[in-house]
């Protein structure tokens, strides 16, 4: 029930193109989903976070959708760029408590020009 | 300042070494953590330390040793580690426990030999 499943395990998309990636928790507690963007051989940095009280929420050309009856949120990249190129981990936590971030298994993403 | 900044960003070192990561943040936060990540594979969780105690320790083994020596360092002390052990440390640090937005350092990649 502490999973987060995380797909595609790896995405290849052309410049200019829409990356989507898609995450599923069983823990209805979860009330904090992140998306941290990881760049080899480098840590893992914030990209953009969710609360379940809002549906969907921008930053950019980053988009996190949110579903909270299906518990499911995804990330859209538009008009994906070269240097967007790195994997991805979504996550989630519960907020305020002594839980840990739970992450997926990660997607590779890789934007070809 | 969002910047959480590791030392070293490399270190190799033997089975019989002893040797130390260290960890540092001035954005005022209160919960510091360190991770350990394989390659292509999520962070790892292994400790947290909220107001300078440790708060989570995720039964990791006792040839890991963390320390917090004020509310801005943390510092995590290696003796006698194996192979096995070779991966990138991550720190990161949040405004409170409870990872809401929580900040990665670039880690530290370790090399048992």
């Known amino acids: 029930q502490q999973q987060v499943k995380q797909s595609p395990q790896s995405l290849i998309v052309q410049k200019g193109g829409i990356s989507i990636i898609n995450c599923a928790y069983e823990?209805?507690?979860?009330?904090?989903f992140p998306w941290y963007q990881q760049f080899p051989g480098k840590g893992p940095a914030l990209l953009i976070a969710?609360?379940?009280?809002?549906s969907e929420k921008k930053e950019g050309r980053f988009t996190i959708s949110f579903n909270k009856s299906a518990k499911q949120f995804s990330l859209h990249i538009m008009d994906s760029q070269p240097g967007d190129s790195a994997t991805y981990f979504c996550?989630?936590?519960?907020?305020?408590?002594?839980?840990?971030?739970?992450f997926g298994k990660g997607t590779k993403l890789t934007v070809n020009p | 300042d969002t910047e959480v900044t590791q030392t070293p960003k490399h270190l190799v070192m033997g089975m019989t070494n002893k040797k130390s990561l260290k960890c540092e943040q001035h954005?005022?936060?209160?919960?510091m953590y360190w991770y350990k990540q394989k390659a292509k594979k999520p962070p790892e969780l292994m400790f947290v330390?909220?107001?300078?105690?440790?708060?989570i320790n995720e039964s990791v083994p006792s040839r890991f040793s963390p320390e917090c020596p004020n509310s801005s360092l943390l510092n995590l002390h290696l003796h006698a580690l194996q192979p096995e052990d070779s991966a990138l440390y991550l720190c990161?640090?949040?405004?409170?426990?409870?990872?809401?937005?929580?900040?990665f350092g670039q880690g530290t990649r370790l090399t048992v030999v």
């Open positions: 990161a640090s949040s405004r409170r426990m409870g990872p809401t937005e929580a900040f």
């Open positions: 969710i609360r379940p009280d809002v």
């Open positions: 996550a989630a936590s519960t907020e305020g408590g002594s839980e840990k971030l739970v």
């Open positions: 823990n209805t507690a979860f009330d904090y």
């Open positions: 330390y909220s107001y300078e105690k440790l708060s």
């Open positions: 954005m005022g936060h209160r919960a």
